[in-house]
């Protein structure tokens, strides 16, 4: 009974924390940088939600919607900006790291300063106001719908880039810059755009997020880049299919220790980071990730 | 032996001064080329050439007498200036906290700037040496000082716990730290283990405050941290480290033991860190887990080490020293604005200064020159 419930809840979990790692597995494949600024983006998109449902009463559904192009166009303008300067730098993946450490700090103390330093929530029947029952058990209502939205965003990353030129164009990169330029890919605008998309799809999770995490605060954006690492390193990086199995592995790894261990569930993104780093370096499903 | 080497015997001085006194005033014997120069200077040949040996020869005993005086310097200038530093501001919290974050951008220079691993999670070392410490003393009654040794001994505990991330590179190592700091912040402030750590309730050392005391930890502390950065710009083993940040695997071609050395600068730099713990909790006494593992406390540490530039011995210092007191000087009351100054510093550091005033100063010796 009790197992069961952890076991749908943390899968249906897992399905929004696919879409919370994916942006960041999609900008790490982009000249290998890590995106330190992905949970506060993710925070930010939280903090859209509420401003754009209690100023103008937009639904968050629609806010989902909203956020993308704003979110493609700040981040295709920020790739476009700060990478001429790190490909110049010695050590670029090094630099980038610290750019974005940067950035994620200032997003983060821009938004304590501006919008609020407490914690903000949106009522539950802004996005679904009843609980639903699944096989005889009842879930809460913006879980399963944030679920549910999450899978066709997903479908939808998978279908952009495994089945249209510029996905095409941006694996390319991915797998290898040099030899994407020698075959005529323009490397920057597809880095810089799917820099864009990635943001995008953090800013989506954001909007479901303000809901499963019970609210937006400034100081989450850290805690949740860590949990987006380890659910992208837990999948193995580079991989969309890997980033869905790894948030279902972690979504149901964080109920069962919830549900049984529930004071110790706070340490499971980073036990599970860690244990994945140092005894399976390429994830469950392959490349790998260790060098040194 | 002189007048052999004499290009010029057909000038009068010239042959005057090599025949009948040699040993005039100009023990010109070790630089024999000098002679003709000084010779064709004129009639009074020898106190121009004399003048001229000692302008040749000065600069060079100058720089043996630095070289040589250099890492002493490097050493007792900081912990002189801390030292004489409350008689100017007489604020003794703010002063042990700086040199608390000297300490730790000394740390973060060891691991960061010699072997090229950045850890964010550096603020992990900090707390556990602040709670080893702290518990140390509430627990078994050693004296606070002791308690500092503890804290380092403490950290180095976790550095060896921690040392298998030492395998990954770069970003991997970079966040497994932070993921590994976060972890032992939310088992240490777990109200589960209340009893052993007081969980999220904070550690009260008021029993054993000592502010003058304190202070001199911390002066202690900057010397030592100064002392091994002094000892790795100018030791074979520094060399080794920057070696291995250059490229691992000539430098292990080179015969250096890339795993032991990158493990020993490992635990330098987390002892650093835990020790600066310590000397913070001892100062300030009463403290929650949440004040020695904010992130903003590895922040901090890499903003200043950096903006002084990494690497060398007084680029954390002067970061420390300039930031650091900037910070108090604008009177920061809301801990944002700090935080929001600070990352787009880093910012600009990546993007148009990434030597820092280091490599800023380099710049300038070199157009000069």
Do not use: C
């Not at chain 1, 809840?9 to 494949?29: D, K």
């Not at chain 2, 309730?201 to 202070?215: C, E, F, H, K, T």
């Not at chain 2, 300039?322 to 910070?327: E, I, P, Q």
């Amino acid at each position: 009974m009790l197992l069961e419930y952890a076991l749908v809840s943390g899968l249906l979990f897992g399905v929004f924390y696919a879409l919370l790692a994916s942006g960041l597995n999609l900008a790490f494949g982009m000249q290998r940088i890590v995106n330190l600024a992905h949970g506060d983006v993710v925070m930010l998109g939280g903090f859209g939600a509420w401003e754009l449902y209690y100023g103008f009463g937009v639904p968050p559904l629609v806010t989902l919607l909203i956020v993308v192009p704003l979110a493609v166009a700040a981040g295709f303008l920020l790739f476009q900006a700060v990478t001429p300067r790190l490909s110049r730098s010695d050590d670029p993946e090094m630099l980038s790291l610290v750019l974005f450490f940067g950035i994620s700090q200032t997003i983060e103390a821009a938004a304590a300063l501006t919008l609020s330093n407490n914690q903000r929530s949106l009522p539950s029947s802004s996005l679904a106001g009843h609980p639903m029952t699944i096989a005889g058990q009842t879930y809460p209502g913006t879980l399963v719908v944030s679920a549910i939205v999450s899978l066709p965003i997903l479908a939808a990353l998978f279908l952009y880039l495994y089945r249209s030129p510029l996905g095409r164009a941006t694996r390319a990169v991915m797998a290898d810059p040099q030899e994407a330029a020698a075959v005529g890919i323009a490397v920057k605008r597809v880095s810089s755009l799917s820099f864009g998309v990635s943001l995008a799809l953090a800013a989506m999770a954001g909007v479901l997020g303000i809901f499963l995490f019970g609210g937006a605060s400034p100081s989450e954006g850290v805690g949740l880049t860590v949990i987006s690492f380890a659910v992208i390193v837990l999948g193995s990086l580079g991989n969309p299919l890997g980033t869905l199995v790894g948030g279902v592995v972690y979504g149901i790894a964080y109920e069962l220790t919830q549900t049984y261990l529930s004071s110790w569930a706070d340490l499971v993104p980073y036990v599970l980071l860690l244990v994945v780093m140092l005894t399976r370096p390429s994830g469950l499903l392959g490349r790998s990730a260790r060098r040194a | 032996m002189p007048e052999q080497t004499d290009p010029d015997p057909a000038t009068p001085e010239a042959v005057d001064r090599g025949t009948s006194t040699p040993a005039a005033d100009v023990p010109a014997v070790d630089v024999p080329a000098v002679r003709p120069a000084g010779a064709a200077a004129g009639s009074e040949g020898t106190p121009a050439a004399g003048s001229k040996l000692g302008s040749q020869r000065s600069p060079r005993s100058r720089g043996t007498l630095l070289r040589w005086a250099s890492p002493f310097v490097a050493v007792a200038i900081p912990v002189a200036l801390f030292a004489v530093a409350p008689k100017l501001y007489p604020n003794l919290l703010f002063l042990v906290t700086m040199m608390v974050y000297v300490v730790l951008a000394q740390g973060v220079n060891v691991i960061y700037g010699f072997t090229g691993y950045l850890p964010f999670g550096y603020v992990g070392f900090f707390g556990v040496g602040a709670y080893a410490s702290s518990l140390a003393i509430l627990d078994t009654g050693v004296p606070a000082p002791v308690g500092v040794v503890v804290g380092a001994a403490g950290a180095v505990l976790l550095g060896l716990l921690l040392s298998p991330l030492l395998r990954l590179s770069g970003a991997y190592f970079a966040i497994a730290t932070l993921a590994a700091a976060l972890a032992v912040e939310s088992v240490i402030s777990n109200p589960s283990l209340a009893g052993i750590t007081k969980g999220p309730y904070g550690i009260d050392l008021g029993s054993v405050y000592n502010a003058r005391a304190d202070y001199v930890a911390g002066l202690v502390m900057v010397g030592l941290s100064m002392a091994v950065v002094v000892y790795l710009r100018r030791s074979r083993f520094g060399l080794a480290l920057r070696a291995i940040r250059n490229d691992p695997v000539s430098a292990a071609a080179a015969g250096v033991d890339v795993v032991k050395e990158r493990m020993l600068a490992w635990l330098i730099s987390s002892a650093l860190a835990g020790a600066a713990g310590a000397v913070f909790a001892w100062g300030v006494s009463v403290f929650y887990p949440t004040a020695v593992f904010g992130i903003s406390t590895s922040v901090f540490a890499i903003v200043f080490a950096l903006f002084g530039g990494v690497g060398t011995a007084w680029g954390p210092l002067v970061g420390t020293a300039v930031l650091f007191g900037l910070y108090q000087a604008i009177g920061v009351s809301d801990p944002q604005y700090a935080q929001g100054i600070y990352g787009l510093l880093i910012v600009a550091l990546v993007l148009f200064v990434p030597g820092g005033l280091a490599g800023v100063a380099r710049s300038i010796r070199r157009r000069r020159a």
